[in-house]
């Protein structure tokens, strides 16, 4: 089987790649103590699975058979969500080189000769037995060294990172570990957040969360803890999104509150995989609830199909697309990248997306706050060629499961 296939050239270390990335958020100072403290979180695994829907960006991309994409990785999932509707190529490119280890063992696993079944208990069941050997026999010959190095290193305790998913992958990470101390302050003050998946309607689960979950954001606990911005750094939150999340509130407290409650009550729990592992910290069982896109037995043979489509990439997703000739990309999906950025960096970000686009292109991100962040700042020479489509992006709004957003944006090139 051939190696999974990486970027050209040497990326640069993740904590360098970060770094600059945080400089363009508007800063002309050099970077806050904060801002430090979130680049070096943010160089360890941060999201074991992704915080965005996929089935929502499909739906507003409407994406077709033979597409060409440009994504940011993350933990994987999207893109591999993505190769169920045959893309003609993926690009999914991450400055964090954990992410990237993630994505390219997943583009291995799902390549292997490993039947469907193990495949989705590889990466879907809270602990897989026999993973290690597994990874042994049929993934790692197919890694670049890179990546197979990366999971056979040890930890303090002599353990192999490809472990990790003989125990539960998904409660590591800053956002598994920020999970995890939202269980803990919920315990503290007597709740089992598991309550929530007892309801049977959306009426029960609103009804669960005013009385249980509810409550507990306006102990002092949570309202005092919530005052600094590096209380949201387990989200992959930095400062200058934070900003942003409290739109001119004064407390975040109520921000997450609003939020937790649209990831609790606003679609049913046997439709959102994202409300079990907030919750239970696990994906729904089969007589539970739907898996998520690429755990799907269902889909699973698609994706599968059209996993080597994708290319891994370490590195910058702007000099990415400025290998790529012109019109050589069909749908651009920035998740919320443009958050940490300042209007320097976005212009030249979009002017790349602009020289890239094909006559058909669309561009699909998230937001912390509500509005569009590059309405009145990127130049109107580049986005006078684009228009944002005002319907699809309120029902991707209303139909991303995870609820983490402000706001999700489709544009589209004018014809």
Avoid at 282 to 288: G, I, L, S
Avoid at 377 to 388: C, D, K, Q
């Amino acid at each position: 089987m051939a190696a999974i296939e990486t970027a050209t050239r040497q990326p640069r270390a993740t904590h360098d790649l970060v770094s600059d990335a945080l400089a363009a958020t508007g800063e002309t100072r050099a970077l806050s103590v904060g801002d430090r403290i979130f680049a070096r979180l943010f160089t360890g695994l941060v999201y074991p699975m992704i915080w965005e829907d996929p089935d929502a960006d499909m739906a507003a991309l409407d994406l077709a058979k033979g597409e060409r994409i440009v994504t940011i990785a993350s933990g994987g999932c999207n893109w591999l969500a993505y190769c169920e509707r045959g893309p003609a190529s993926i690009d999914a490119v991450d400055l964090n080189a954990h992410h990237v280890a993630l994505s390219r063992l997943k583009r291995a696993v799902y390549a292997s000769l490993l039947d469907d079944a193990a495949v989705a208990a590889f990466f879907g069941s809270p602990g897989q037995p026999g993973a290690i050997s597994l990874y042994d026999r049929f993934i790692a010959p197919a890694l670049d060294n890179e990546t197979r190095a990366y999971w056979n290193a040890r930890d303090k305790l002599g353990r192999r990172r490809i472990a990790v998913f003989e125990r539960n992958i998904h409660r590591t990470g800053l956002l598994g570990r920020f999970i995890a101390f939202g269980h803990a302050i919920a315990r503290l003050n007597g709740v089992d957040p598991a309550v929530l998946l007892k309801a049977k309607s959306l009426e029960e689960q609103k009804a669960l969360f005013d009385t249980h979950i509810a409550p507990i954001f306006y102990t002092q606990l949570v309202k005092l803890g919530t005052r600094l911005p590096v209380s949201l750094f387990g989200l992959g939150i930095p400062p200058a999104q934070y900003e942003a999340l409290l739109e001119g509130r004064s407390n975040m407290a109520d921000v997450l509150k609003e939020r937790t409650e649209r990831l609790a009550c606003g679609h049913a729990l046997k439709d959102n995989y994202f409300a079990w592992m907030a919750f239970a910290r696990r994906f729904p069982e089969a007589h539970e609830g739907a898996p998520p896109p690429a755990l799907d037995p269902v889909r699973l043979p698609a994706i599968r199909t059209h996993v080597e489509c994708a290319t891994i990439h370490h590195a910058n997703l702007r000099d990415v697309l400025a290998a790529k000739p012109a019109s050589s990309v069909d749908c651009f999906i920035l998740l919320d990248a443009q958050d940490w950025m300042d209007d320097a960096t976005m212009n030249r970000l979009w002017a790349e997306i602009d020289r890239t686009a094909s006559d058909n292109a669309r561009v699909l991100f998230r937001t912390a706050g509500a509005a569009s962040v590059i309405e009145g700042r990127v130049s109107l020479s580049v986005l006078g060629r684009w228009m944002r489509d005002e319907a699809a992006s309120a029902h991707a709004f209303a139909a991303d499961r995870s609820a983490i957003y402000g706001g999700v944006h489709l544009y589209r090139r004018r014809a």
